[in-house]
């Protein structure tokens, strides 16, 4: 899958010889990620070719005279197009030579050096287990320790991530962002600059169904039953008043298996609920609160006159989403540089004969692209396991399954500087039959 990387902003430094430089912001999900060189950039992409050949990207190429501010622009967008490009490669993603270089431009750009450090990894219920890493172990290997430690099956590692989640007033909490495989959770929760964040366990999947898969392992049946329990207290999941006594009774005696089975019922049972945000639909600047799982966006909207109304949004009339940045520079002149994150993700949906856009102004806009790009993913396995004849690749723990599908949606989530919907039409609608590693 296509990776959320993004380069919004570069900045000119003064190096020992008396010259300048240029220092790219390269960020991740919509955090910043880590600061580097073209020449970096450059060494790395020679070493990764020489390993993968000539199925890497263009590189940008190397100007040997003074650079224009247009040039300096348009390298800096071509650096963002192959840093994008460079990770669509699954065996790219999990080979030493990608891995490695990430991990020291993470740990450089945050002045970290590599040590031993206990970090805790908080659970569902509230309860969080400190587990004694190397900062720059990858999100990867710290899932690897954490779930040995709690007894998870090494196999059902595929289920589960890591999140940056932040714990707000009245014991509410917010999923900031999916932690990537290669990112260093003890760098990313350090460099995150959010109060009362922390890392946590979280299954990741959104067809509720699949917890079927996990339920001969006790250590993840525990696992989603906590965060069946968490998404009925935080009001993600909203069961009826029977199904809700219904619950309580089987939480009581403490009947994990038949208090998932009934949680399958409940109303947004195994969706991620997203941070109250507004949206252009069915009049610009309505409030709205979505929840997203079960292949589907479900809208719960603000009207002017203060009614509430829902929208589903099936994935299957979704013809493509984009995330755009709208927001401004900080500390202009300053040695950060950073970003004031305000972003919009805009969709395509079939209604009535009809392509509109719908627009959501949230700063978990990544966040939410991740959950349709996974939606559509699951979607395709499982049609391809009813229809062994057609034939996706699918990455899967650094192996690719090899199924043959087609379908029409295509994730154009790059992190794009402002522009109208008419320039997004032209620019970025692009269609046809794609491979799932194209999302």
């Excluded at 290997?141 to 007894?151: C, M, P, T």
């Amino acid at each position: 899958m296509k990776t959320h990387f993004c380069i919004p902003v570069s900045q000119q430094r003064p190096d020992a010889l008396g010259g300048r430089y240029v220092l790219y912001s390269v960020y991740l999900d919509g955090y910043l990620f880590c600061r580097v060189r073209y020449s970096q950039l450059r060494r790395w992409n020679e070493q990764l070719r020489r390993v993968f050949g000539n199925c890497l990207p263009p590189f940008p190429p190397k100007y040997y005279l003074a650079m224009t501010t247009s040039m300096a622009d348009e390298r800096r967008g071509q650096l963002e197009q192959y840093l994008q490009k460079v990770t669509m490669e699954p065996n790219m993603l999990r080979s030493d030579v990608f891995v490695d270089f990430l991990k020291l431009v993470q740990l450089d750009t945050f002045s970290i050096t590599t040590k031993t450090a206990s970090l805790d990894i908080f659970l569902p219920d509230g309860r969080n287990i400190q587990i004694e890493i190397l900062t720059s172990d990858t999100a990867e290997r710290v899932l690897e320790v954490a779930s040995h430690n709690i007894g998870l099956c090494q196999e059902l590692l595929s289920y589960f991530g890591l999140f940056l989640i932040r714990f707000c007033k009245e014991g509410k909490l917010s999923v900031m962002k999916k932690l990537a495989d290669f990112e260093l959770p003890y760098v990313s929760l350090r460099s995150a600059g959010v109060e009362n964040c922390k890392v946590g366990l979280r299954k990741w999947y959104m067809d509720p169904s699949l917890d079927s898969m996990l339920m001969d392992c006790p250590a993840a049946v525990d696992l989603i039953h906590m965060q069946a329990r968490q998404d009925i207290e935080q009001e993600w999941a909203n069961p009826t008043q029977a199904q809700r006594q219904k619950l309580e009774a089987l939480q009581k005696e403490n009947n994990q298996t038949k208090f998932l089975e009934l949680s399958q019922e409940v109303r947004h049972y195994g969706y991620l609920q997203l941070d109250p945000c507004t949206c252009d639909y069915p009049e610009p600047g309505c409030g709205a609160v979505l929840s997203v799982g079960n292949d589907e966006i479900s809208c719960c909207i603000t009207l002017p006159d203060n009614q509430t109304r829902e929208i589903r949004f099936q994935m299957s009339r979704v013809k493509c989403w984009q995330v755009t940045f709208l927001g401004t520079l900080l500390d202009m002149d300053g040695p950060q540089r950073t970003l004031n994150q305000n972003l919009e993700l805009r969709f395509q949906y079939s209604e009535d004969s009809h392509w509109p856009w719908f627009v959501i102004y949230t700063k978990q806009a990544f966040l939410l692209s991740s959950c349709l790009k996974k939606m559509i993913s699951e979607k395709m396995v499982k049609l391809a396991a009813k229809n062994p004849e057609m034939q996706i690749e699918v990455p899967e723990q650094g192996k690719r399954k090899k199924y043959h599908i087609q379908q029409s949606q295509k994730d154009s989530s790059r992190f794009l500087p402002r522009k109208s919907k008419t320039e997004i039409a032209k620019a970025d609608c692009v269609f046809g039959t794609i491979k799932e590693e194209d999302l």
